[in-house]
């Protein structure tokens, strides 16, 4: 594919499950702005070529989006990953970002179980200089922290992470990169071999809100609206307003977990990535 030397915006989406997909990248169309050029780039671990050619199909009555698949099962294999707590290989891809997009300084990582509402070009113009990444934080682990039944979590959080009570956790379903700092910092193969490692609950998330917690842009709640299975947990998020107000205006519905399409919706359960210029 071509990437246009003007792009101003990329943003990628992991895939998981095609239908799941297929939601999310129709809710980025949706959502664009006539004005600005997008290319979606989907990391596929394994996407037959039907259902890339399903994507194709969905935007090509969309003139300023383009589409890019990059296969990463060359590119994962060989690393041990942690594939707890419902984990797939391909959740440990947004740690390859700086590096399959080299020649990028900036990419928006996008989770494939979203629903977009706000255009992401507004995300994109985050300005993360001086700053690894941009991300809205966790309100679920922000409330789990003050659950006695939670407490297992919460010494986790202030010990393996170095995170205590008052510092703050990003959920990483929603990231702006500063791909060109990343790359700076940190190599693939240490990132890849630290994420690895069988002291992380969460995976790939943890090894980047270890990495990244002194150097984090927090994002409005709104671009990462999450609810929670949790009832006691989820009244807990709700008394907070910061978390009540992404809930009254969300930019961008992130499921996390949960099933967003009815068992009648034709389009399935999915994942999804990609870029924009204005």
């Known amino acids: 594919s071509v990437v246009l030397p003007d792009l101003r915006s990329w943003k990628v989406f992991r895939h998981i499950h095609h239908p799941l997909l297929l939601k999310a990248v ?12 997008y290319e979606l780039v989907i990391l596929s671990d394994g996407m037959s070529p039907s259902s890339q050619q399903q994507l194709i199909r969905l ?17 994962l ?8 707590n419902g984990l797939s290989r391909a959740s440990y891809a947004r740690l390859l970002l700086p590096y399959l997009l080299c020649d990028h300084d900036k990419a ?3 989770d494939c179980d979203v629903e977009v509402k706000g255009d992401p070009a507004r995300l994109y113009s985050t300005d993360v200089n001086g700053y690894l990444l941009a991300a809205a934080e966790d309100p679920y682990i922000k409330c789990i922290r003050r659950m006695e039944e939670h407490r297992t979590e919460a010494l986790y959080l202030a010990g393996t992470l170095s995170l205590p009570e008052e510092a703050r956790y990003f959920n990483s379903g929603v990231l702006v990169m500063n791909l060109k700092e990343f790359r700076r910092l940190y190599g693939r193969e240490a990132l890849l071999s630290l994420a690895c490692s069988d002291d992380f609950l969460w ?19 709104a671009w990462n609206y999450i609810r929670s ?20 205006s969300p930019l961008l ?14 389009e399935g359960q999915c994942r999804s990535s990609g870029s924009v210029s204005c």
Request: glycine share 6%.
């Open 253 to 266: 519905v992130h499921y996390a977990g949960r099933h967003p399409l009815k068992k009648t919706d034709e």
């Open 203 to 221: 995976g790939d998330q943890d090894v980047l809100n270890l990495l990244c917690r002194d150097r984090v842009l927090y994002l409005p709640g």
């Open 77 to 84: 294999a060989g690393f041990p990953f942690s594939l707890s």
């Open 229 to 248: 299975q949790e009832p006691e947990a989820q009244e807990l998020m709700e008394r907070d307003e910061d978390y009540r107000s992404a809930e009254a």
């Open 108 to 110: 928006v990582y996008l």
């Open 26 to 37: 129709k809710s980025v169309a949706g959502t664009a702005n006539p004005a600005c050029r």
């Open 59 to 75: 935007l090509s009555d969309s003139e300023n989006i383009t589409i890019r698949f990059i296969e990463l099962s060359r590119e």
